[in-house]
């Protein structure tokens, strides 16, 4: 089945061409010779399927379809789909099902979506290279000694192997974006607010937001179009009108665009191949009339440091739920409560997790709240400030998703603070919940997949993902 776009698919499932069912039934066999790759901890053979026969009945019987109708999809495993398994691929989840729907899993459906399974990621979504998982590793659909990136390894190497033709993802600083730059497809984080977490589970609430990973820009918006807006059940989801994507994405042209250029994001240390492909794109731009503006913006490593003091505090509080008594893992061996408490979350949790919480809530303890909590809460607002500044005088800033090339499995597992860099592009825009995309940008002399990284200002995706479309186009 060869089919480029959603557009192309649909229309031939509409003109019947083929059934939902020979859809899912081609995924789902893609799916299962490709099991040893550990892309989806659960598949749901069953339901898709059944799932595609409704709707192709639903087709015949003249019923108009919706905007995703028989939109193959795969869902991050830290989202909620009622009745089926959610383990955020930790152990302390391994036999927990869902009890409710997220609300963008509602709103996907209700457009006749088919959700094929959910798909591996770091544990709680606390990584960059998936391999805080513990369903097993990853590895990067171009080279498989590499990871794919993370934490939403799963949902990228997905939509790149032909798996899923999109992917819902989470991004707290940087995990729908960075492994979208690392596997050759794009990856939205939409402004934070603009779709509802209702059913996200939560690793620092103020920064998560549900994001897209696709094969372009155009699957990337409508499938943005069908989830965000209002939430009843989530109060920091934005009122913000929904517009029409696509007719906001016609409206852009390279003509004329002010494109910022942040040197901080350039530095002596950038791979060689990313500096020169990002630079080659920048200036193939102007060339087709984009004027491109030196800007500066707050060193990127400030960012990190503001970044792992408030992501961890806000884990350490949310993953307090996880005692062994609520949700998931319980330890057999405790004498009292404390004890199974402390056995369970000892047991269960992986490494990577426990230092977080342990982090977390060292930064948030009494003695230590004004030298790290509050300091990082200003390191965030002079952000944010410089990103509204830095927006008023241009249209758009750009620069690299990742500082390197998606890197070899192992590579970094031993040093946490060298696998934290691996966001130093990304974190900024989560820190001021300014909208962000990842473009392909194609591959480097390694044959490795390098991506370009571009921030609008708060709400402005569908000029985002616009200028993504013209640049991801031409090459
Ligand atoms: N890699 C970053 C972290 O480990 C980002 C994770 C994310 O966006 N969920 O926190």
Same mark, same amino acid.
């Given at each position: ?36 790759? $550990?892309?989806?901890? =659960?598949?749901? !053979? ?21 905007? #995703? ?8 495993? @830290? ?5 089926? *398994? ?8 391994? !036999? ?9 899993? #509602? *709103? ?10 959910? =798909? ?9 290279? @998936? ?9 990067? +659909? ?18 790149? $192997? ?53 094969? $372009? ?18 109060? =920091? ?24 250029? +942040? ?7 950038? @791979? ?70 402390? $056995? ?6 992986? *490494? ?73 592009? =990304? ?25 370009? !990284? ?10 985002? #993902? ?10």
């Amino acid at each position: 089945m060869q089919v480029s776009s959603y557009e192309d698919l649909r229309s031939k499932i509409v003109s019947r061409m083929i059934t939902c069912e020979e859809v899912v039934r081609f995924f789902l066999e893609r799916i299962d010779r490709l099991s040893n790759h $550990n892309i989806y901890i =659960t598949v749901f !053979h069953d339901q898709a399927l059944e799932r595609a026969r409704m709707l192709d009945r639903k087709l015949r019987d003249g019923v108009s379809p919706g905007k #995703l109708f028989g939109m193959p999809m795969a869902i991050k495993d @830290n989202i909620s789909i009622k009745g089926s *398994r959610l383990t955020c691929a930790s152990k302390i989840l391994e !036999h927990y099902e869902s009890v409710y729907d997220a609300t963008s899993v #509602l *709103r996907l459906e209700a457009e006749d979506a088919i959700f094929l399974g959910k =798909t591996n990621m770091d544990e709680f979504a606390m990584g960059s290279s @998936n391999e805080n998982s513990a369903y097993g590793i990853v590895p990067n +659909p171009f080279d498989n000694k590499r990871v794919p990136g993370g934490s939403s390894g799963g949902s990228a190497a997905a939509v790149a $192997n032909g798996l899923a033709m999109v992917a819902l993802g989470s991004d707290t600083g940087g995990s729908v974006r960075q492994p979208a730059g690392f596997c050759d497809i794009v990856g939205l984080k939409p402004t934070y607010g603009r779709i509802s977490r209702y059913g996200l589970v939560a690793f620092a609430s103020s920064f998560d937001q549900i994001g897209v990973l696709a094969r $372009n820009c155009d699957d990337a918006a409508l499938v943005l179009e069908v989830m965000a807006g209002r939430d009843e059940r989530d109060a =920091t989801s934005s009122s913000h009108i929904v517009p029409d994507y696509s007719s906001v994405m016609a409206t852009v042209s390279v003509e004329g665009l002010k494109i910022g250029v +942040p040197k901080e994001y350039f530095p002596e240390t950038l @791979n060689a191949d990313v500096a020169r492909m990002v630079k080659g794109k920048l200036f193939e731009l102007r060339d087709q009339g984009a004027e491109l503006v030196d800007i500066t913006l707050p060193d990127s490593e400030y960012a990190i440091a503001a970044y792992y003091i408030l992501v961890t505090a806000e884990a350490s509080s949310n993953l307090a739920r996880f005692d062994g008594a609520r949700y998931g893992y319980r330890s057999e061996q405790a004498e009292d409560l404390a004890a199974m408490y402390v $056995n369970s979350r000892t047991d269960a949790f992986g *490494r990577e997790v426990k230092r977080r919480i342990m982090l977390g809530t060292y930064v948030l303890s009494a003695g230590y709240y004004d030298t790290y909590y509050k300091k990082a809460q200003q390191v965030r607002r002079v952000f944010q400030d410089r990103y509204r500044e830095a927006l008023e005088k241009v249209d758009v800033i750009a620069g690299p998703t990742s500082p390197f090339p998606p890197f070899g499995i192992g590579d970094k597992t031993g040093d946490p603070l060298d696998m934290y860099l691996a966001d130093v592009f =990304t974190v900024p825009a989560s820190i001021v919940g300014m909208p962000a995309v990842s473009v392909p940008l194609g591959f480097d002399s390694l044959n490795l997949p390098v991506g370009m !990284h571009l921030v609008c200002n708060f709400f402005e995706e569908g000029k985002l #993902l616009g200028i993504a479309k013209r640049i991801q186009r031409s090459f």
